[in-house]
């Protein structure tokens, strides 16, 4: 099955990189990198986690490249490592407990406006699986069938995590005003 | 539809810092060492450039084919020295600053800086009982691969690095020749860059000078 490759071409730069063509994995990197960081970010509301995250998708991605179906788009493919890259990460902080220092250079890596301190407040408040559905739903512009793909769960779960995370937002975010 | 929420209106306020610098170059860099030690990669598989040349042809266009990718090797042949010397460039810069910032948060007790892909990098120190000749000596990039297995070491010369070759712990020194080579002094071996082909516990070795930060 051989491919009219274009460089602009998802598919054959996919191809390509399962094959072990570093160009072509460059390129989907550069593709995918901002888009990566700002996902992590947006699940973990730390600026270096969000790095590392998106360094181990990207890593996880070149290992398993051969693995990838193509039964979904290579976006969502990323994405879902990313989640799974972020629970890891999760797991890690809970297990090292991390220094307090580092919280609190966290807190200052970035001089947020008021509102969206109160909105990562908000964010950061919710429990992860909620964080995650709203995050893809909302940032990520996922219908609920796509994102229950990401996180392999139910679309229904996926709705019902929407709807509790909504729910938690408008209060905190209401309760603030 | 969502621009009607005001949650979502909400949501979309929040600002995404950037990445820091360095951090970007940092995950290309170990996602494409990442990619060359996957198992299921074929050694020397074709770049695309050249592929697009392959498959469009059928046997009554065999003359133009060939002509083709005579024409596309040539291209290949001039365009991919340059890429590659290009990723080359771009890493020995990434190792240059990952070892600079290593000496800067551990100054001379930092012996070496040892990365397996995919995994943290293992920062080396001496007990102190070098300290004040280090950080003076020449950077120097080791490279031990067998198989899929790669194993980098940033150091320098002349200062003493542990690696864990096929499960054995194999010391040695890395040693910046006159000629711009390295010798590799370890216990029970020497390895000098005219061993070609030699061997240090089974894994093939490479070495690079690295230019002073």
């Known amino acids: 099955m051989e491919a009219s490759c274009h460089e602009t071409d998802e598919t054959c730069l996919v191809d390509c990189a399962a094959n072990g063509d570093a160009d072509a994995f460059a390129e989907l990197f550069n593709r995918y990198y901002p888009m990566i960081h ?3 970010y947006r699940l973990t509301l730390r600026g270096s986690d969000a790095e590392d995250i998106a360094q181990d998708t990207f890593i996880k991605a070149a290992r398993t490249l051969g693995s990838f179906r193509r039964d979904c788009p290579f976006k969502n493919w990323l994405y879902r490592i990313a989640v799974n890259a972020a629970e890891d990460a ?30 990562t407040e908000a964010l950061a408040a919710l429990g992860e699986d ?17 994102a229950a793909r990401v996180l392999g769960c139910a679309e229904t779960t996926v709705s019902w995590r929407v709807f509790r995370a909504r729910h938690c937002l408008r209060k905190a975010l209401r309760g603030s005003r | 539809m969502k621009s009607e929420d005001p949650l979502a209106a909400a ?3 929040l600002p995404v810092p950037p990445a820091t610098p360095g951090a970007r170059e940092r995950a290309l860099h170990r996602a494409t060492i990442a990619l060359r030690q996957s198992g299921d990669v074929a050694d020397g598989s074709p770049p695309y450039a050249r592929r697009r040349a392959a498959g469009r ?16 090797g040539a291209f290949w042949r001039l365009e991919r020295p340059r890429r590659t010397e290009e990723i080359a460039r771009q890493s020995i810069e990434i190792d240059r600053t990952v070892l600079g910032q290593m000496k800067a948060l551990f100054g001379a007790q930092l012996n070496a800086v040892v990365e397996r892909a995919g995994a943290a990098p293992d920062i080396r120190l001496s007990d102190g009982a070098e300290e004040g000749e280090a950080g003076q000596s020449q950077p120097v990039l080791i490279e031990f691969t067998r198989g899929g297995d790669l194993i980098r070491v940033l150091g320098y010369s002349g200062r003493p690095v542990c690696v864990d070759l096929a499960g054995r712990r194999t010391c040695f020194e890395p040693l910046a020749t006159g000629d711009g080579g390295i010798i590799l002094s370890g216990n029970g071996f020497c390895w000098t860059p005219q061993d070609r082909g030699g061997e240090v516990s089974g894994y093939r070795v490479a070495t690079r000078l690295l230019p002073n930060s």
């Open chain 1, 90 to 119: 999760r797991r890690r902080d809970a297990r090292q407990s991390r220094l307090a220092g580092e919280l609190a250079a966290s807190a200052m890596e970035v001089a947020r406006p008021r509102d969206h301190t109160r909105l």
């Open chain 1, 38 to 40: 700002a996902f992590a």
């Open chain 1, 130 to 146: 909620l964080r995650q559905a709203i995050v893809l739903v909302y940032y990520e512009g996922m219908n609920h069938a796509e």
């Open chain 2, 57 to 72: 042809f059928g046997m009554r266009w065999a003359l133009a084919g060939v002509f083709v990718m005579l024409a596309a």
């Open chain 2, 11 to 13: 949501l979309s306020g």
